[in-house]
């Protein structure tokens, strides 16, 4: 067994991640789901060694260093894999994420029409939420791919780590992995304003810092594109101005307000109308009502708004779930699971040609 095989098979399978951990197989998720291989269980030495096989001598003395370490690598001609290495109660173990090298488009992923048309934005923010493994990495880097089959412009990509390679098309896209290219994001992106960029994209907008800067770029003329790990459009609202103290609030208040062009809040969720996943998305838009709420602090109200915004494309989480139960794509039980009203689900449940399987 080496490990180069393993990811083959994971590939072969149609999996998102392979894991190796102390005393069990590798494990693969497929949809979502853990599975077990045929292997037998890898002893603490074993996965050491498996993982160490890929490494080199900079990547083992930086981990031994830290004990945790972000990389990413391609298979030639086949896969990208970003891998994280860490440690398990004295085992090194390592789980890896298969990244297509082929970018998707917003319409194969299955999101709505309108996420193109945030794409379009000259400047401000546009943020990608939700929970860690719901594909909002696969989501910005389509709307990178969008506007650099569309427009001339400079884009800085500011990562960790890199995944999705983009190539210059109309566009010259600079991509940034961090540890390796800059410090931080939050170097990176104070830098980047110097580059001449016209849109800057950070992969997770993780501290103060990248916040602020993040909000002073889109406020000065950039198209940013960011991810966040919160829920939905109210909470990302609240998660933003929390960060900072309370005597910078009013100002981050205004500043967003002014700059933020419109929240994509999605989840990957189990279809059982054929084999995969299906994403399920929530969409606020910055109009001006949207933008007077922000500018008031009075985000919960923000999702009443978002139910009767239909005209400008936005919807609710649930309104999605719904819908995507009613076509028969997704099940009762998931609809309710992930839904914040569950008395909008009925027993009766349609069949219609759902999207792009999404993984």
Not at 105 to 129: H, K, N, Q
Not at 252 to 270: A, E, K
């Amino acid at each position: 067994m080496d490990l180069r095989t393993l990811l083959q098979i994971a590939l072969e399978r149609g999996a998102s991640d392979l894991h190796i951990t102390e005393n069990a197989p590798p494990m693969l998720r497929i949809d979502g789901k853990l599975c077990y291989t045929d292997f037998n269980k890898l002893t603490g030495e074993e996965t050491k060694d498996l993982i160490y096989s890929i490494l080199t001598d900079d990547q083992k003395k930086a981990f031994e260093k830290t004990l945790e370490l972000d990389f990413s690598f391609t298979m030639p001609g086949v896969q990208r894999v970003r891998i994280n290495v860490h440690m398990q109660r004295g085992n090194v173990e390592a789980a890896f994420r298969l990244v297509s090298l082929r970018i998707r488009s917003i319409r194969e992923l299955g999101l709505p029409l309108i996420v193109e048309e945030m794409g379009r934005r000259p400047a401000g923010l546009v943020l990608v939420t939700g929970p860690t493994g719901v594909g909002k990495t696969t989501t910005l880097a389509a709307l990178v791919d969008l506007i650099n089959n569309d427009r001339e412009e400079l884009i800085v990509v500011i990562e960790d780590p890199i995944e999705y390679l983009h190539v210059n098309k109309k566009s010259i896209v600079k991509q940034r992995e961090v540890y390796s290219d800059t410090h931080s994001f939050a170097a990176a992106l104070k830098h980047a304003l110097r580059q001449d960029p016209d849109v800057i994209v950070v992969g997770e907008m993780r501290d103060l810092e990248t916040i602020s800067t993040a909000l002073t770029a889109a406020e000065t003329g950039h198209l940013v594109l960011a991810t966040l790990h919160t829920p939905d459009a109210p909470q990302t609202i609240d998660r933003i101005i929390d960060v900072f103290p309370p005597h910078q609030q009013a100002q981050i208040i205004i500043q967003l307000s002014n700059s933020l062009q419109g929240i994509v809040s999605q989840r990957l969720l189990p279809r059982i109308d054929r084999p995969g996943r299906v994403v399920a998305t929530e969409i606020m838009l910055a109009t001006a009502a949207i933008r007077n709420l922000v500018r008031e602090h009075e985000t919960e109200q923000l999702l009443t708004l978002i139910q009767t915004g239909s005209q400008y494309g936005m919807h609710t989480m649930d309104k999605c779930l719904r819908e995507l139960f009613e076509r028969g794509i997704i099940s009762q039980h998931t609809a309710m699971m992930f839904a914040k009203d569950i008395s909008e689900f009925s027993e009766s449940g349609g069949r219609g040609k759902g999207p792009q399987t999404y993984r």
